[in-house]
Structures are given as C-alpha cells and as structure tokens.
C-alpha cells in the first residue's frame, strides 16, 4: 500500500475512509468535506465514547462503527486482528505496543481495562519488543519543558472536589512541541494532582490539555467546552483566535461552576451592581445591558430601595412589542429568590438549580449590596481552604479566593527600592484607607518597575470606594492640594514639596464605538485592572496594613515580565482604543521586550480594519510624539514600517535605505548634542519628524502639516527643514571654507531642532565643522561693549548702535579683535571713518 501526502490526494475520488482514535468531522481537517459524502465507506474505530454507546450523528452513513469504552484504540484494532486470526510480524506487534501502552500509561491510567490487558498479551505473545517500546515512549522531557512545567506549578490554581485535588495553570511557550501531553501527564504524576487542566499559548493558538488520575474527574467535558474531545482521563483543544487571558477566563468559569469550597454570598458578589431606576424606560434599559454587557438588571425605586429584576429577554419582547417607552417598573418580576450577605453560597446554588435562577441579589436592609451571577463564580475559592492547602503542595503559593489571582508579598522590596519618604508615604496613605473603611492599592507602571528593578516615581493610587473623598483627606492630613475630576472619579494631589500623587476611583469603562475615548464608572480593582492596556500594567500592590505590600496579580502579569512579553487582556483591545498599539511599540522599546504572538496577530487585524483612520489627528499625533521620544527612535520607526502603521501618517511614507540611513544619522548627532549643549533642550521628537518629511513628496509634506495639529513652533521646524535648507546645504558645502561670520550669517533664524537634523543630513565634513562650532561657538559670541558703553563714548542711541554692535560681534568671530580695548579701537574707527564718509 502507498503512503501519499494529503495535498496529493483528489478528495471527490475517496469512496472509503477509515477513522482511527477520532470520530468527528472538526478533527481530521481538509478531510472534513468528506462528511457530507453519503456514498462515502466509513469505518470508524475510537475509544473516546460520547457517554452513551451510539454512533456520532453528523456522518450520514457509517459502514462500520468500534466506539467502545477501553483504554485505547490500539486494543479495538488488536482484537480485530484477533478475531481474524490475523499473524503479527515481531515489528507489527511493537508498533501496537506502543499506541497500547502510549495511552493507557504503560497499563497504569484508570481507564486501562481487562480488554487492554488482553490485548498486552496478545501481541506479547506476537513477539511486541517492550525493550523497544519503553525507548520510544520514555524519553527525557526537553529542558525548555521542564521549565514551562515549573512555571505551571508555580503559577497554578488548586481546586478540590471531594477531597480530590485539580491543578489549573496556563501558561506561554513559544514553539510547538508534541511532547506538551506527556508533559502534563507526568506533572500530575509527580505532583500528585487527581487531575490536571493546562491553557498554554504556542503557534497563535491556545492549547488546553486535560490528564486525570480519577475516572471520576472527567477531564473530556472541559475539553468539549473548547470545541475539543477525548475521553474522562485524557482530552485536548485547541483554539484560535482568543488570547490566554480570554481562555483562562472561560477555564475559570467553567471550573468554578463545577468545582469550589463551601462560601458566603459575601464572599462571591459582585459589587458595586448595575442597576435602574424603576422609572426608566425598556429602551434605556437595553442600552444599558448592552453597555455594561449584562442580562439582568436589579430595579430600584427613588430611595435605590429592591424592587425586583428585569432581564434581557423580557426588554426584547417589550421593543418587539413596541414597548420601548414603557417604565421598566411595569415589567420588572419581584418574585425571585434572594440572599443576604451571610448566606451560604452553597444554599444560593441549590436555589438557583431548583429555582432555574441565574441571578441572586443580594440584599441588606432592602438595598441591593451586591448580586451573584455565573461570572462571579469566579471568586469561588475560600480562603480557609487555601490557607490548609498551602501546607500540602507548595504550588499553592500565591493562590487567593478572588478568583485565581497570584500574589506575592514585596512589602521588603518595598523597602529596598523606594526611597524612605516614600515608603513612608505609602505606609501613612494605607493607614488613613483604613480609618476610612476602603481599600486602597497602588497601581500600574509603579509597580511594574518596582519588579524591574527601575525607578519610577509616578504614583498611580487605586480606591475600592470613594477616590476623591480619599484624595481630599490624604491631601489635608500631608498638608497638600488637591485637584478633582468629578467626571471620571479621579483627583491629583500635590504636596508641599511638589511631589504629585494620582488617586482614582476603581472604576470600569466601555467605548460607544471603536476608537471613541472611554465611559467610566464605579466598580473593582479586578475590573479596574481589566481595562487597562497590557498585562505588564495590571499589577496592583495592596496598602492596607493588614496585607501591605502584598502584590495582586489577577492576569499572569508576573509571568509576562519574566517572559518578556507584551500581552493584552482581550481580543478587542485594539479595536476599542487602537493607540494602544503604540503604546505596546514604545513598551517593546523600553523594556527590550516582544509582542505576543495573539497580540501580534490582534495588531495586524486592527490594521487590516484601518481603525487607525478613524483616530482624530490629535490623539495620533500625541501617540507618534510620545513614540518618538523613546530611544531609539529608528526603531520605532521600523517597527511601524513593519507593522504596516507608517501609511497612516501619510499613504506616500515608507520604509527605505534612505530614511534607515538618516535616522541612524540623527541618533549618533543627537548623541552629540545632548553631550555638547548641556544648557539647551530640543524637542527631539520634531527632529525625527524631520527625517520623516525628507522621504516625502513635497505635497504630501504639506498634506501631513496641514491635516496634523502640529504647533506653530514644530510646523516652522519641519517646513525650515524639508523647504528651506537646500541653500544652505550648499552654501556650508562650498570648497572655500566659511569665516565664523558667515557660518553665523547663514545658520542664525534657524530652530535648534533644524540644526541639529542639518548636522544629520550633511556628510561634508567642513560642514559639520561649521555646524558644531556654531552650536558649541560661535552663537554664543557677544561683543564685550554694551549700548551703555557706546553712549559712553559720545554716540546718541539710534540704528548706528545696531550696526556697530554687529560689526563688533563679527570682529569677535572672525578673531579681528580680542579684548574690550580692541572694541573701543574699532568703533573709534567706524565712528572716524563715518564722519569722514559725511
């Protein structure tokens, strides 16, 4: 029989089909268009049962079906032989071996059978090699491996049903490998897990593979969730188009559902809750629903007293009835079940199974406290079982009950990088959150350059509760000012020794549109930390003092700061705020990091969307002024090139030789500048601006200065640059070199940041001499003699000072006088021969 490649095989010429270990369509890829083949011979031999011992229902036909519950598949096809009385060459039987002992754990899994055990006899007896076998199948784990498992024990989430222990960890390897399975099965091994369920992102895909010790634990439901299959103790998918954090979300959800400790309701709502007032309509209501991406909403009268609940299926047959304007307090039900606080959450389960309620308020003094809904489930561990866990597997460290999140305690850290004052600051600002009842983290860039071991002195606070309120007494107690933005629940507060703290409220947002600046309300740090950018900014570091210095990390950040990576949170990052992906270049930049495979892939559709072209110019430019502040900038610039993003400044902008070269030119003057000129600034975003409009025709150049809000100050600059220095290219070139007077004459009028490109731009060594000693020199030059000193001498104020002021100071330059003395010579002179020329 001959072995052909798929690609080579004319698909509408197959008339027979043999299956083996899979059964549906989604998993034997190009060959899926076969399954609406009812003329098509399928045989189909699987171990992997749908848990009721019938045939798969998406083929038409099946001329054979073996789906039956034993260890492996290799068993089915061994009996078959078998049952033929079919001989086995000594090779044949290994290979048999191999698939037999490959997947039921050389006969160790739970799901081995008697018939597996027969089968293992069968082609012993055939002469199967174990020697042979135990080569193939046992060999060494690749350290790279070894060092992914770690980072999954460090990093995973314990669950337990019924005294058995699950470990859920996700992770990121950055190429495929086909040992990942083994992988897992030997850590839940090792470990001792019951069970085990990993997320790793490798390839643009997220692979989830489950391995269970216990038939009890069945791993094959997760996977199904997934679009995968297999069976109870070992099951696999994969999915495409989703980032890790989105997959362990789900995985999250889906175990909480099935698997968590006993708590109270308190322990798992979600607070502050959605809400409307009775009086409003159907319509708002869906707007809001739709805002906030919920389906039930609690209703309130005046005083934000329960009344009951609306749900989004009852507002869609309201509009389909055209009832869009009617109050939702008309159509609100009051009956459902409801909790306090203290109730056991196991109790509200058991209602909402009997009740089919998927949406418990829950109520203190007949206000709405807070409400329990699937996604708060979350939350579900109890710290109680964690803390008695963490005494048995060391993989717990940094486990919490909010719902997976790491945590580490850096209260030393704290200690060793930040100066004393602001240690102190922070100790002082967790102090006075306690006395006023809120919780209070520091957050973002601070703390992830404290992990960096970088200064950044931004603090950036974070209140569950009333920011503001907190930022007006944190500023009374240190004797500072405060500035509020009610809009968004923010306020700065200045100290007297000029120190600035930012204090926000811990808020959520939406985006009306893609592109549109962000709605923000009231909510959790976790949610807080979810709108944020990247995963790197998601790090908090609580400031109470009952955990100070205990750093939270609900999105795997720590992890992605030690891979190096650039992560969003969600696959529409870029298309709710797509100057987010600049951002990511500057921290790609900054950091010596890389984009992550998935954001890669979501940057790329952000561009092939043009959601840039819906940007206003004003926040396009801010991002571009802020990229090119990065060092250094010629990567920036190649990396937009590379990323196809340059074309939004201007479709006529592209990367070439010529504009790699002037930016490598720009970086080393820039270099000298900043060494040579201490005293001055210069805006050095402008002059790589420059470079850009270089390699632009001249109307694009226009095109880009008139539709950009650029300064007055930075459009003189470019247009001097990109117009205006041909002449003065030639001139500085010239094979008579320049007197200082000249060099000052053509080069004075233009902007430091024209300057310092014309240094860039000219390879004429006179030139750059002439350039540098002006910068360094020659601009600085001054004559001695002042207006007052030629007063002295006799002469009325009038345009003669002018003229004998620039002649003195070009005297200076041109080494023609040296001295005051020499000065008062020399307007003797200009005066006599005045007198004499009247």
Request: some cysteine.
């Amino acid at each position: 029989m001959g072995i052909c490649r798929l690609k080579d095989v004319a698909l509408e010429q197959v008339h027979r089909l043999i299956l083996v270990d899979v059964q549906e369509p989604e998993r034997i890829g190009p060959l899926k268009v076969l399954s609406s083949r009812k003329d098509l011979e399928l045989h189909i031999f699987d171990h992997h049962g749908n848990g009721e011992g019938s045939e798969p229902s998406v083929w038409p036909s099946i001329t054979e079906c073996h789906i039956e519950p034993v260890g492996a598949t290799a068993t089915l096809l061994i009996e078959r032989l078998k049952s033929q009385q079919v001989s086995l060459t000594a090779a044949e039987a290994t290979v048999l071996a191999m698939g037999l002992y490959e997947e039921t754990g050389s006969l160790a899994y739970p799901s081995t059978t008697p018939r597996d055990l027969e089968a293992a006899a069968f082609v012993l007896r055939a002469g199967a090699d174990l020697n042979r076998v135990a080569e193939t199948l046992q060999h060494p784990l690749d350290p790279d491996l070894i060092a992914l498992l770690n980072d999954l024990l460090q990093s995973g989430q314990i669950y337990y049903l019924e005294g058995r222990k699950i470990l859920v960890a996700s992770s990121v390897y950055d190429r495929y490998t086909g040992d990942l399975a083994e992988a897992v099965q030997r850590l839940a091994e090792l470990q001792g897990f019951d069970a085990v369920i990993v997320a790793i992102a490798m390839d643009e895909k997220v692979q989830i593979i489950g391995r269970s010790r216990r038939p009890e634990i069945d791993v094959a439901w997760i996977a199904r969730e997934f679009g995968g299959g297999g069976h109870a103790v070992a099951a696999a998918a994969s999915v495409k188009g989703r980032t890790l954090v989105e997959v362990q979300e789900q995985l999250t959800r889906l175990l909480t559902e099935r698997y968590r400790p006993t708590l109270l309701a308190r322990d798992v709502m979600t607070t502050p809750v959605k809400s409307i007032i009775a009086d409003a309509t159907v319509t708002e209501a869906e707007r809001s629903m739709t805002t906030y991406g919920v389906n039930v909403l609690p209703v309130l009268d005046t005083k934000d007293r329960y009344l009951g609940m609306i749900s989004r299926e009852t507002v869609q047959k309201a509009l389909f009835h055209q009832l869009g304007g009617q109050p939702v307090g008309d159509l609100a039900s009051s009956g459902q079940y409801s909790a306090s606080p203290d109730t056991p959450f196991h109790d509200i389960e058991t209602r909402m199974i009997e009740l089919n309620q998927r949406f418990v308020p829950v109520l203190s003094e007949g206000k709405t406290v807070g409400v329990i809904t699937r996604t708060d489930l979350l939350r579900s561990l109890h710290d109680d079982v964690l803390a008695s866990a963490r005494g048995q597997s060391k993989s717990l460290m940094g486990l919490d009950s909010r719902g997976g999140v790491r945590k580490r305690d850096l209260k030393g850290l704290l200690r060793d990088r930040l100066p004393p004052r602001l240690f102190e600051l922070l100790q002082t600002s967790g102090e006075l959150a306690e006395r006023l009842g809120v919780t209070l983290y520091v957050v973002g860039g601070f703390v992830r350059d404290l992990l960096l071991g970088l200064e950044n002195l931004d603090v950036d606070l974070v209140v569950e509760g009333d920011g503001i309120a907190f930022a007006r007494a944190f500023a009374k107690e240190r004797a500072g000012r405060v500035k509020v933005h009610e809009r968004f629940g923010t306020a700065v507060v200045l100290l007297a020794d000029g120190f600035k703290v930012d204090v926000a409220t811990a808020r959520t947002e939406y985006y009306e549109y893609p592109t549109a600046l962000p709605t923000v309300e009231q909510s959790s740090i976790k949610k807080d930390l979810y709108r944020r950018d990247f995963t790197i900014n998601t790090l908090a570091v609580a400031l109470r003092p009952r955990n100070f210095g205990q750093l939270i990390d609900f999105y795997g950040g720590q992890r992605d700061l030690k891979e190096r990576l650039i992560r969003v949170l969600h696959s529409l990052s870029f298309v709710e705020d797509p100057t987010r992906v600049f951002r990511a270049i500057r921290f790609e930049l900054r950091f010596d990091f890389h984009l992550s495979k998935e954001t890669l892939a979501l940057i790329k559709g952000a561009v092939k969307m043009e959601l840039f072209h819906r940007l206003s110019r004003q926040r396009l430019l801010d991002e571009l002024r802020l990229l090119f502040s990065e060092r250094p900038p010629r990567q920036a610039v190649r990396r937009l090139a590379d990323l196809d993003l340059l074309r939004f400044v201007h479709p006529t902008l592209v990367w070439s030789v010529r504009l790699d070269r002037r930016l490598s030119d720009l970086d080393a003057a820039l270099d000298w500048y900043q060494l040579s000129c201490l005293d001055r600034t210069i805006n050095r975003w402008v002059v790589y601006a420059m470079a850009l409009a270089e390699v632009m025709p001249d109307q694009a150049v226009r095109d880009m200065l008139e539709r950009f809000p650029f300064t007055e100050a930075e459009q003189t600059a470019i247009t001097q640059a990109r117009f205006h220095t041909q002449p003065v290219c030639r001139t500085l070139t010239r094979r008579a070199p320049l007197r200082p007077s000249e060099t000052v004459g053509v080069l004075s009028g233009l902007s430091e940041e024209c300057l310092v490109f014309l240094l860039a731009k000219n390879a004429s060594e006179s030139a750059k001499r002439s350039l540098s000693q002006y910068l360094t020199t020659y601009r600085d030059v001054k004559p001695a003699l002042t207006g007052k000193a030629l007063q002295a001498l006799g002469l009325k104020p009038g345009p003669l000072y002018r003229t004998i002021l620039e002649r003195l100071t070009e005297a200076r330059l041109n080494g023609e006088v040296h001295s005051e003395g020499e000065e008062r010579a020399l307007v003797r002179d200009l005066i006599e021969r005045r007198r004499s020329a009247s």
